[in-house]
T-cell receptor
């Protein structure tokens, strides 16, 4: 089955700096890669997703890149703000599939 | 107008008891899931249902029995609760076919077994 690894497990940045979180996946059939943000005590919520026919996607301060050959995908957050502090999860899923496999999460802390 | 709602939000119970968590989605999605989030924040899939049919059972103990009366509901019944069952349980739904779409999560149920 699919295995998703995520690094780093914790990340501290100064406000205004960029943050990068990296994931790798094992199943070459995976073609959908969402990223979720989970604030303390809240539910995970989608912040951006990418499909395997696209190499990069951007939404304001957030971008995701995908390297299918290497089975890597990354989340980039620019101009970080304190409200970006949360746990971020990457995930992978196969097309028409019924299983979303999550990475182990990254605790991002944005310090003033 | 909650998209995925699960009840209760908190559940404290003694070892050996049986409890249920209910989940409903009003998004018209064809797939529903149960995830377990432990104290280390790992989100691990337990079950996946597509149009009321069980698709995935990730080696979950038999004490856990999901039930989907229709595609908008997926309930989780747990028998003989153990201390290790303490966790936050999330229900989620998505439209999995023909292309995966965003999974929407319920608010979570924090289960504490004492």
């Amino acid at each position: 089955g699919e295995n998703v690894e995520q690094h780093p497990s914790t990340l501290s940045v100064q406000e205004g700096d960029s943050a990068v979180i990296k994931c790798t996946y094992s199943d070459s059939a995976s073609n959908y890669f969402p990223w979720y943000k989970q604030e303390l005590g809240k539910r995970p919520q989608l912040i951006i997703d990418i499909r395997s026919n696209v190499g990069e996607k951007k939404d304001q301060r957030i971008a995701v890149t995908l390297n299918k050959t290497a089975k890597h995908f990354s989340l980039h957050i620019t101009e970080t703000q304190p409200e970006d502090s949360a746990v971020y999860f990457c995930a992978a899923s196969t097309g028409g599939g019924n299983k979303l496999t999550f990475g182990t999460g990254t605790q991002l802390k944005v310090e003033l | 107008d909650t998209a995925v709602s699960q009840t209760p939000k908190y559940l404290v119970t003694q070892m050996g008891n049986d409890k249920s968590i209910k989940c409903e989605q009003n998004l018209g999605h064809d797939t529903m899931y149960w995830y377990k989030q432990d104290s280390k924040k790992f989100l691990k899939i337990m079950f996946s249902y597509n149009n009321k049919e069980l698709i995935i059972n990730e080696t979950v103990p038999n004490r856990f029995s999901p039930k989907s009366p229709d595609k908008a509901h997926l309930n989780l019944h747990i028998n003989s609760l153990e201390l290790g069952d303490s966790a936050v349980y999330f229900c989620a739904s998505s439209q999995a076919a023909p292309l995966n779409t965003e999974a929407f999560f319920g608010q979570g149920t924090r289960l504490t077994v004492v």
